[in-house]
């Protein structure tokens, strides 16, 4: 019987990093190439990546997780949170009870030293992670909220530009001085920011930022697929912001913007807004898994993630939401 052994890496050898890399691709379909550029920008410069491996006789990677350590904030109480990004078991040993050992690595000691645990599992493996106690569901609320060009004002008081390094400062003190009520709020330091920056030509969005005409920062974007996925502000009206300065950056003629990843201080007014001028669409639900010791937590997560409310009050319901769909997911 061939004999295994595991290992918790927090600085991983190169050549040991080529291995994980290709045995990450190989678990999803797509063009090889560009999953091998995406797993190398996921596992660099993330100093809250942590790898753990089952190893075989032939020093091969039998089996991996890719996770990363976050801290959130929750009714103002700060929480070690775990992000599962990617587990992938080679071919000739699926089914072999390798994986359990992966599954052991989060349940006796993740799950037990965390606040919370959440994932974006494949449907191919739904089922997986509910035997060791985690919640699965499947998210109902996540709309576009779609602004015509032509009702969006033109203003030289507050200019978008592509985001530079020299900016994280800038972005770091955005996230934390912004205003909303979300029941969670995503806690990003300069490294996690660094990491976000590596992973955007690979992972096909771009960073924007948001000047005042005193070059103050007063907002940032992320921009994938000619839809603003995250847009953090501070307390400028809503409609300043939105503005042709963004609309002539993306190159749109509507502007889309997740309700999940907008984290500004007057809801209202952005739902009266898009409701006069723009259009309000349902996107693609996504499978999302949770386990967290605390119940409260968890039991509101999974509520606003399954909520089968009125339009209006899914809306308004996004400014206490969990704000998983985010930057920190790559």
């Known amino acids: 019987m061939m004999n295994f052994t595991s290992k918790l890496d927090d600085d991983i050898h190169p050549e040991k990093k080529k291995k994980i890399i290709k045995l990450l691709s190989e678990s999803l ?10 797993f190398h920008a ?7 990546q942590k790898t753990y491996t089952i190893i075989d006789e032939s020093d091969d990677i039998a089996s991996v997780l890719i996770y990363f350590k976050d801290t ?27 994986t359990r050992k992966i599954m052991d690595h989060v349940e006796f000691s993740l799950c037990t030293k965390n606040d919370l645990i959440y994932g974006y599992p494949r449907r191919a493996i739904q089922g997986f992670w509910s035997k060791i106690g985690f919640s699965e569901t499947t998210n109902g609320n996540t709309k576009s909220l779609n602004f ?18 020299k900016d994280i400062p ?5 996230a934390n001085e912004s205003q909303n009520s979300r029941l969670i709020k995503v806690c990003r330091d300069v490294n996690k920011w660094r990491h976000i920056f590596l992973c955007q030509e690979n992972f096909e969005f771009n960073l924007l930022i948001c000047k005042s005409i005193d070059e103050i920062p007063v907002a940032y974007c ?15 009206d809503f409609r300043d912001l939105i503005n042709l300065s963004l609309a002539d950056i993306t190159n749109c003629q509507t502007l889309s913007i997740l309700n999940r990843g907008l984290v500004v201080s007057d809801y209202k007014l952005v739902f009266e807004w898009v409701k006069k001028f723009g259009t309000i669409l349902e996107k693609e639900k996504w499978d999302l898994v949770l386990f967290s010791k605390h119940k409260e ?3 509101s997560i999974v ?8 339009e209006t009050a899914k809306f308004f319901q996004t400014s206490l939401g969990s704000n998983f769909l985010s930057l920190d997911s790559y």
């Open 29 to 38: 379909t797509g063009d090889d190439n560009l999953l091998q550029r995406r």
């Open 42 to 48: 996921l596992m660099n410069e993330n100093f809250s």
């Open 72 to 98: 959130l904030l929750y009714q103002g109480s700060q929480l070690s949170v775990i992000y599962l990004s990617h587990l992938a078991t080679a071919a000739r040993y699926r089914g072999s009870g390798i």
């Open 148 to 165: 015509p060009k032509k009702y969006l004002r033109s203003t030289s008081n507050f200019i978008w530009t592509k985001a530079t390094y």
């Open 170 to 174: 800038a972005l770091v003190k955005i």
């Open 222 to 236: 992320a921009i994938q697929d000619e839809t603003i996925i995250e847009l953090c502000a501070l307390e400028i």
């Open 297 to 299: 937590l968890l039991n």
């Open 303 to 310: 509520s606003f993630e399954s909520s089968g409310t009125s």
